[in-house]
Each structure stands twice: as structure tokens, then as C-alpha cells.
């Protein structure tokens, strides 16, 4: 691909080389920074689509932001961050005008995992996954996330989105200290219900009545409009306008039910002159964040102390010696500090898992990318506009490694903005900048009423965002489909709910590759008997290494008579000729056709004949070159090969030397003569011709003989 972006499209002289150089850097700069072809055409329309499609989603990121950051364990202020800085990067290396990128349930899932709410530990997982996007974007290795089959993929987003919602429906119900994992959050749900607060639930119950009722809202009016299509009826204006209303109210249904939640915990708290009766966000920071690299200093210390996240909330706290007595578990893991075991005076700042980080940054690299290229392929087709893959991923890149340095975590292309982005009329990436001043503006003027923001209010929001992502129907799919695929959704589903996400996913795709070698070290053989002792072999798939000893096994078995034992119903029918077919051999290597050739040698020794046919002229360039073909004869049809082998017979032997040149160009050897020389090889009627006598008429249009009779006369040389 670099090398035809390279290319010249005009000659020029030799005498302007340094010329030359120049331009072909310049295209190549170009190609990495697309915003300089649309920029060009950038127009009034264009900035009204974009501003309208940019507010639009700004206000729905916003509390999207808060959200996640919360599932990732992570301080609220870093959601917001990543929900614009990421965005910015994109404006000018994007491909994809729809496509807006940001934090995600997915994503906050994963990093919640990898870093356990050590901040410092989420953003070095940001840099390390974003330099392993850019690499791979530039030696064009997107290829290597595709290990991560669709059933891998399905069995992953459906856990993790059960994940979520169980480790969310705690905190809607006001219990505290219960595990992530899947099973102990819900063991430590139950046995904590009585400490629920009653009061979190009625607001996390009535947040989610209220979410439901406007997705459901939004969803109906936008099939009613599919599904009128052309034959729309004619509505009144005041129609129209309330259904846009009831429309836009569906879609900003999460900062609707946010800001309703903080009011109700405002005014409650100015009324009483006391905190609110709900457990609320903490540890808001409010400013634009500045760039920073301190995160990044102890990134390989690997000290031998690690937070203990099943202590009490309320236990004080001592970071790096400093003593801070309203210091809390959170408060202290955010600063990426950790206690001692005696928990009294002394904290360690916490050595990170250089492992753990690595194996995070891939899976985090490797499911942001297919996240996000299936979400910008899928709207590219609606809108009949190509994207780059490759420039894709490096975009997505850049997003990360900018943002680790911004206090931003791990982001990736996220399906409801995008959608909302499409429906709102983007024209250009541009339409990024103006949500991403949406979000700095909340950042900068209203981040001090975040602190009034209920958990059971965004504990709504991300259950109700991640309940599309639950889908059985495909499993489901894939049970009447192909059994495989669903094992392979099976493991990696039960996995990520029994143990975590990396077991899930690598377990899946070690299954998967035993399966694809599975395949090929056992390939499906049909073996179908045709007539008169003549056997149809058919290999399904090419012949590699792997399979060479099985197909050698069942040929041994049909020379030496074990297949037609093992075959009641073909006691009587000995295997006398073999025809080989390739029709759906497109390859082979060096190992599978020698071990052919040595079946083939072994059945000349017992009288047993094995030809082939529909053999495509790559395989026949790798046979002639293990003198494959000196022994096996390729024909092109299966009646040429059928024609092939009954002549062969020594009982035809008189009655073919008679008949017309126009059959054989030259004579086909007895049986047990050594019939593969070049001397004597088999030359096929040419497709479609015809025997010029009556008599041989038969023979010409492809029919063999049902009984090979002794030749000698007259008639019998007719039936032949």
C-alpha cells in the first residue's frame, strides 16, 4: 500500500529526484491527515450539520462520561476527560465522518479489571495500547485482532454486559463493599441485602422507569419512521414538531434523568441543611485537565505491596507518609497508593504489574479496534463512503496515547453516539469540536453540582445502557448453524462470568485454533462407489502437513481391502481403481503429496489403479515438482477419469486397439505394466467430442461399461 502510494502518475526527469522526493512525502502526510481533503470543501451546510450533530452528542457524553468512569472505578472527572480529547485527535486523523469515539461500557469494563481503580495503572494501559495501535496501524498488522472471531466477540460483549449490569444493580440498591467478580457480586449482593438503602433504591428504581420509558419512546417513533418510509402520512406541523420533541427527549434521556436526579439531591440537601439522603459521587476535580507524565514514573517498579480492596471504606489512610485523616480507600488508590499490612501508619505507592499491564494493553488494543472498525464500517455503508482500516487504527491510536497524557483512560468508537451523530446529520469529523466543547464547558462551569449526582442515578444509566448488548439470539444461531462456533460462544461466555475477561477471551481462542487445526489435521473425506470396483475419493479443503497422515490412512485402507470390510454393504464390491478429486483442493504442500505419492506406489504393487481429476494448476505445479504426476495421471472431468481406468483393464486391451484414432492418441498400458511412464501415458478426449461410428458412439459421450466381458468378437467388441 505504501509502495502504490509512492508511485508517480507522471514520468519526470531524473534531473529533479529531490523534487520528486518531496511530493511523494507530502502525499504520504496527506494520506495519514485526512481532514486535508474534506477541509477543502468544507461549507455552510457542512457547519450546520456539524454543529447540530456536535450539541447534540455533547450532551449526551456528558453523563455517558460520568458513567463510565464510575464503572471503571475510576474518578468521574477522568470520563469526561476521555470524552474529549480522544475526540479532538480524531477531527484530524479520522476517516469516518459518523463515528465518535469516547469512553464505553466495554472499555470501562476491561480497564476496571486491569487496573483495579489505580488510576496511574489505567493511564499507562492508555499509552501502552495506543502505541500498540499506531505500530500495528503503520505495519499494517490490523490482521491480528481477527484471531477474535465473531462467536469470541458475541460471547464477550454478552458477558461482560451481565457483568455490568450485576456489579451495577449493588450500587443501585445502596450496598457497599461487595467484589467485581460476577459470582462473588452476587453472592455478596444477597448476603448484603438487608444493609440496602432503601432510599438509593427508590431513586435508582425510578431513574430506571423514567431511562426505559424514553429508549422505548425513542425506538417506537424512529420504526414508525422506517417503517412508513416513501408512504409517510401526511402529519400537521405541531405533529411533527412533538414528535421531534418526544424524539430529541428519547435520545438525551440519560443527562435528562441526571440533571432530574441532582435537583431532587439539591433540593433535598438545601432543605434540610444536610447532605442528601443518597449515596452520591465523590472526588470531582473540577478545570481542564494539563498534561502530565508523573503518572508514568514508577510504571516497572515492581514492588512487592498491593492494595487490599476489601477493607472498609471508612478505614483511614496514609499515602507516600503523608498522612491524610479524611482520606479514603478510593481517594488513596486514585493517587495510585496502597497500605501496609499493618494498615496504621505506613503506605507504599503501589509497583505495578508489568504483566498484567501488557496482557491488559493487548486485549485493551485488540477489542477497541474490532469495536470500533465494526462501528465505522457499518455506518461507512450507509453513508456510501469508504474508510481506512489501517488509518483507522492508528487514529484510534493517537486517541489513547494523547489522552494518557490528559488523565484520560483507554477509548474507543461507541455505537449509541455514533448512531446519534448519524441521525443527527454530521457532514464532517468536525462535528467532534463541538462536542468537545459541550463536555470542557461542563468541565469548566458545572463540575461543582456533579457532587450532587446519586450512584443509583448513573448505576441506572449504564444498566440500561448495556442492556442492547445482551443478545442470546446468536448463540442461539449458532447452535443450529455450526455446534463448533457455539462451543467456542459457550467457553468464552461461562469463562468471563466464572473467572475474568483475559481467561475468557484467551481460553475462546485457544479452542478456536485447536478446532481450525483440528480441521486440518483430520479433513472431511467422502469416499462414494461408483460402478464396476471404482471408487470417487474426495478431499474437502487443501492438502496441508497436518492432514497429509490421515488422507495416507484411508487410502492404505481402501488398498489393502480394510474400507470394504469395515463396509458390509460393500462386501462384494472390491476396490479395484481410485479417482481421485480436487475440485476442492485449491493448495497443497510438499509432506501431503509425497505421502499421496507413496499410497499410489503402494496400490501399483497390489493392482490397484488411482488417477485424479478437476486438479487446478497450482496443485499440478506442486505435484510435477515431487514427480507426483510421472504416477498419478490428472484428468479434467470425472468421466474422463472414469474412461481412464476401465481402459486400463488388460480384458479391453483387443478390443480398444480397433477402434478410431479420435479415442486414444496413444495406447493405454495392461493392468500391472508400468503404465506411468511418458511413454505410454493416457491422453482424455477432449471435452465434448464424439465418436465418429455408431458403434462407439457410447464411449464418446462419457458412458462406461457396466460388465467387462473377455474381448474377442465381433459383439463384444460393440459392447465395449
Not at 494520506?31 to 456536535?54: E, F, I
Request: charged share 15%.
Amino acid at each position: 500500500r505504501i509502495q502504490i502510494l509512492f508511485e508517480d502518475t507522471m514520468p519526470c526527469p531524473q534531473s529533479c529526484t529531490s523534487c520528486c522526493s518531496g511530493s511523494k512525502i507530502r502525499r504520504y502526510f496527506r494520506a495519514k491527515v485526512p481532514c486535508y481533503h474534506w477541509m477543502k470543501r468544507y461549507n455552510l451546510q457542512c457547519l450546520q450539520g456539524d454543529l447540530l450533530a456536535g450539541i447534540t452528542v455533547g450532551m449526551m457524553v456528558i453523563p455517558q462520561g460520568l458513567a463510565y468512569a464510575h464503572l471503571a472505578e475510576l474518578p468521574p472527572s477522568y470520563g469526561l476527560y476521555a470524552s474529549f480529547v480522544g475526540v479532538l485527535v480524531y477531527i484530524f486523523t479520522g476517516t469516518c465522518k459518523d463515528i465518535t469515539i469516547g469512553p464505553t461500557a466495554i472499555m470501562s469494563q476491561i480497564v476496571a479489571e486491569v487496573a483495579g481503580g489505580n488510576t496511574k495503572m489505567a493511564l499507562c494501559v492508555s499509552l501502552m495500547s495506543g502505541c500498540l495501535q499506531v505500530l500495528m496501524g503503520l505495519f499494517l498488522l490490523g490482521f491480528v485482532v481477527w484471531v477474535i472471531s465473531a462467536p469470541i466477540l458475541c460471547g464477550f460483549t454478552t458477558a461482560a454486559a451481565i457483568t455490568i449490569a450485576c456489579t451495577q444493580l449493588s450500587k443501585l440498591l445502596g450496598i457497599k463493599n461487595v467484589r467485581r467478580q460476577f459470582w462473588r457480586n452476587l453472592y455478596d449482593t444477597f448476603k448484603k441485602i438487608k444493609t440496602a438503602s432503601l432510599n438509593d433504591a427508590i431513586m435508582g428504581g425510578c431513574c430506571l422507569i423514567i431511562l426505559f420509558a424514553l429508549r422505548f419512546l425513542q425506538k417506537k417513533i424512529e420504526s414508525d419512521e422506517s417503517r412508513e418510509g416513501v408512504l409517510r402520512p401526511e402529519r400537521s406541523q405541531a405533529s411533527r414538531i412533538l414528535r421531534k420533541g418526544l424524539w430529541f427527549a428519547g435520545v438525551s434521556r440519560n443527562i435528562i434523568v441526571v440533571i432530574l436526579a441532582s435537583v431532587i439531591s439539591f433540593a433535598i440537601s438545601k432543605e434540610h441543611g444536610a447532605p442528601p439522603p443518597f449515596t452520591m459521587v465523590r472526588n470531582i476535580s473540577g478545570g481542564l485537565p494539563h498534561p502530565r507524565v508523573d503518572q508514568f514514573s514508577n510504571m516497572f517498579d515492581n514492588n512487592d505491596d498491593y492494595c487490599n480492596r476489601d477493607i472498609e471504606e471508612s478505614k483511614k489512610w496514609t499515602c507516600l507518609g503523608a498522612v491524610e485523616n479524611n482520606a479514603t480507600q478510593v481517594e488513596c488508590l486514585a493517587k495510585g497508593c496502597c497500605w501496609d499490612e499493618t494498615g496504621k501508619t505506613k503506605c507504599y505507592s503501589k509497583g505495578f504489574d508489568v504483566g498484567k499491564i501488557l496482557s491488559g494493553s493487548f486485549l485493551v488494543a485488540a477489542i477497541g479496534y474490532l469495536e470500533h472498525i465494526a462501528i465505522g464500517q457499518s455506518f461507512a455503508v450507509k453513508g456510501s463512503y469508504p474508510i481506512d482500516n489501517s488509518q483507522e487504527l492508528i487514529s484510534l491510536g493517537l486517541a489513547n496515547v494523547i489522552g494518557s497524557f490528559f488523565q484520560a483512560y483507554p477509548v474507543t468508537g461507541s455505537f449509541s453516539r455514533t448512531a446519534l451523530n448519524y441521525m443527527t446529520g454530521v457532514k464532517t469529523p468536525l462535528g467532534g469540536l463541538f462536542t468537545s466543547a459541550i463536555v470542557m464547558l461542563g468541565i469548566s462551569c458545572i463540575s461543582s453540582y456533579f457532587q450532587y449526582i446519586p450512584d443509583a442515578c448513573l448505576a441506572a444509566v449504564i444498566m440500561v445502557a448495556v442492556y442492547p448488548m445482551v443478545n442470546f439470539q446468536k448463540p442461539i444461531y449458532y447452535w443450529k448453524v455450526s455446534k463448533k462456533e457455539f462451543t467456542v460462544w459457550l467457553i468464552c461466555f461461562s469463562l468471563i462470568l466464572l473467572f475474568n475477561i483475559e481467561v475468557g477471551i484467551g481460553a475462546a481462542i485457544v479452542v478456536e485454533i485447536l478446532l481450525v487445526l483440528a480441521k486440518q489435521m483430520w479433513p472431511k473425506i467422502t469416499i462414494t462407489y461408483l460402478r464396476n470396483g471404482i471408487y470417487n475419493f474426495k478431499v474437502d479443503g487443501s492438502l496441508f502437513y497436518l492432514g497429509a497422515f490421515t488422507i495416507k490412512e484411508q487410502l492404505t485402507k481402501m488398498i489393502d481391502g480394510t474400507y470394504v470390510k469395515d463396509n458390509p454393504d460393500l462386501a462384494t464390491h472390491r476396490v479395484q481403481y481410485i479417482i481421485m478429486d480436487f475440485s476442492t483442493v485449491t493448495s497443497a504442500d510438499t509432506t501431503a503429496l509425497d505421502k499421496i505419492k507413496e499410497a499410489v506406489v503402494t496400490g501399483n504393487k497390489k493392482d490397484i489403479r488411482i488417477v485424479a481429476y478437476n486438479m487446478t494448476d497450482k496443485v499440478k505445479l506442486a505435484a510435477s515438482k515431487v514427480n507426483l504426476l510421472n504416477i498419478l495421471h490428472p484428468y479434467g472431468t470425472r468421466a474422463d477419469a472414469e474412461r481412464a481406468v476401465v481402459l486400463m483393464d488388460s480384458s479391453v486391451q483387443a478390443a480398444y486397439v480397433e477402434l478410431p484414432s479420435n479415442i486414444l492418441t496413444k495406447d493405454c498400458p495392461p493392468r500391472g505394466s508400468n503404465h506411468g511412464t511418458p511413454e505410454n501415458s493416457y491422453q482424455p478426449l477432449s471435452h465434448g467430442s464424439h465418436a465418429s461410428t455408431p458403434e462407439m458412439g457410447r464411449v464418446g459421450q462419457g458412458a462406461v461399461p457396466e460388465v467387462v466381458v473377455e474381448a474377442g468378437s465381433d459383439e463384444d467388441k460393440r459392447t465395449v
